[in-house]
């Protein structure tokens, strides 16, 4: 038989997170558990965001206010000021909605951390920088591929140190043991020295991860992308990135939700699930336009 899921049962915590993720194995409603997920988000997100603008009200220093500051874009009028203000302020807290969405669908199906620390040899930053300058050389440059650093951690020897990184999505499959080391950029707009910079700390990830679990673990990387900049089901054409990564270790839209999802229908359900949830948002900036004009 069938559990039945309500939001009511979400509570953000870590027992709740564990008791949804355990139903939706159980009882085959990965759907149901990917929905309150969502909704969940959307409406906390919503109800922080609308009280965060409303107390500013009367700050001269609050996000909206401080646009008054900016002598040309106040000269346009309030209508404008205050939405090219809304309009920053929602582009960087949305990723952080987006992000929480899919940490929390990713629990479901995987142990998700966000830092990986522990040793990394001279040599293996050695051999990473020299892999990464054989993508970037325009006269012999080499096409990226997985089976470039396969053997960074084999028969390692010499200078090492202890290094951390943090991580956007570190998942180790709660069945299948294999670990993704993931790297989230909502729309995926990188300069060439920022994709550069994305793939080094993979690599120096998937050493130190390697190196202390053995390297006979399955340990991947991938750039990931909420959406694709592009439109749905078109090609993803962003060459800065492609030029360091593989095409096997990207996961572009579509393919990142039903990776964490660990289902094939994981985009279409998000996707749904915002559309029907999206009034909350909708609303909440209206009673914030309506607050400020």
Known sequence: MKTQLTGSCWHNSASGCQLLSKLARENGAMEDVIRIIVKDAMTKWAATFEHR???ELSDPEGVINSKANNIFVAALGDEIKFFS????SLDSSFGSLIEGIAVKIAEINFDVTQHVEGVLFAEQTNKIGALLERYKNGTDRL???VAHYQDFVHNLEGQKHSRRHESDYI???KTRGDYSLIELKLGGDLDNKKARSEKEALLEQYCI???KLGSEVDI?????TGYNRYGEGKEWKQGRVRQFFAAEE???SRDFWNFVADDLRGYEIVLDEYRRNANVIVECVERVKNAYL
């Open 209 to 211: 991860l390697a190196n």
């Open 250 to 252: 990207l996961l572009i």
């Open 171 to 173: 998942l180790r499959h």
């Open 53 to 55: 603008h409303i107390a």
């Open 85 to 88: 203000s809304l309009s920053r």
């Open 143 to 145: 096409k990226p591929s």
């Open 220 to 224: 991947r990387i991938y750039f990931a």
